[in-house]
């Protein structure tokens, strides 16, 4: 059984999803039980890990070995 929820989303953040629903072509409520979904069950990054990407990415110079490069290179993004 669905059931309406109400809430408040940044305005950047809602025109991104209202466009990835659009070019996915699903209503926005699908989208948003989805990225629910895989949060509540595991599939977001916990603290620890966003805080280590964030190093590894955001850090000058940036720190990643050439085999870590690759492997982001020919990841398929589109596989989750």
């Not at 989303?9 to 209202?18: N, S, T, Y």
């Not at 039980?33 to 977001?44: H, K, R």
């Not at 850090?59 to 290179?73: D, G, N, T, V, Y």
Request: glycine share 4%; with cysteine.
């Amino acid at each position: 059984m669905k059931q309406k929820l109400g809430t408040l989303i940044e305005e950047h953040v809602m025109r991104l999803a209202k466009r990835r629903a659009a070019e996915e072509g699903r209503p926005l409520y699908e989208l948003i039980e989805d990225a629910l979904t895989q949060y509540l069950n595991g599939g977001a990054a916990s603290a620890n890990e966003r805080e280590m990407a964030y190093q590894v990415f955001c850090e000058r110079p940036l720190k990643l070995s050439r085999a870590q490069f690759r492997h982001i290179l020919e990841e398929n993004c589109w596989d989750s």
